[in-house]
T-cell receptor, first 112, second 111 residues
């Protein structure tokens, strides 16, 4: 019974394509995030949603568009993929006012 | 830019030794600090958090915080090969719910 689940786990695609990653959490948390982890293990926040509303939008190209249909789901759509988008994308959630993030298993995106 | 810095390592220690992992942060508004462990190919998981200056112990782990020096550390006593992982330090300000992560330190515990 996975708490934060994201799909797919692996994506391999060509430059210029569009792809989506889905995330769902069953923990009842109000806040969800997308983080990007590059090959050097740097984990950088991309977006934060609180109860379906965008709270944080770090400096991310507008080719990346998050969408939260409800507070349990936060999807990430990426247009016109570039080589530099290759990374592991983690979805996470947390209870209000805590720093304990619950991460999904990650989605490894490889752009060829 | 608000940053959290860690030595990338690898830090290699023999089994049974104390591993000392260090982290510095630039934002003086940071109020709470977190250590996450990430095994290769897996997602990060929380080990400990600390809010107050001083030491906080949990089993073999001790987190240390010095806000004046903007320094956080994690000590792992009696290191085990299963402790081999990347350890991520993160800082959070009370102004928001956002964690800023360091680049992680890779720890290798050799039998």
């Amino acid at each position: 019974d996975t708490a934060v689940s994201q799909t797919p786990k692996y994506l391999v695609t060509q430059m210029g394509n569009d792809k989506s990653i889905k995330c769902e959490q069953n923990l009842g948390h109000d806040t969800m995030y997308w983080y990007k982890q590059d090959s050097k293990k740097f984990l950088k926040i991309m977006f934060s949603y609180n109860n379906k509303e965008l709270i944080i939008n770090e400096t991310v190209p507008n080719r990346f568009s998050p969408k939260s249909p409800d507070k349990a789901h936060l999807n990430l759509h990426i247009n016109s993929l570039e080589l530099g988008d290759s990374a592991v994308y983690f979805c996470a959630s947390n209870p209000a006012n805590t720093g304990e993030l619950f991460f999904g298993e990650g989605s490894r995106l490889t752009v060829l | 830019q608000k940053e959290v810095e860690q030595n990338s390592g690898p830090l290699s220690v023999p089994e049974g030794a104390i591993a000392s992992l260090n982290c510095t942060y630039s934002d003086r508004g940071s109020q709470s600090f977190f250590w996450y462990r990430q095994y290769s190919g897996k997602s990060p998981e929380l080990i400990m958090f600390i809010y107050s200056n001083g030491d906080k112990e949990d089993g073999r782990f001790t987190a240390q915080l010095n806000k004046a020096s903007q320094y956080v550390s994690l000590l792992i006593r009696d290191s085990q090969p299963s402790d081999s992982a990347t350890y991520l330090c993160a800082a959070r300000t009370n102004a928001g719910n956002m964690l800023t992560f360091g680049g992680g330190t890779r720890l290798m515990v050799k039998p």
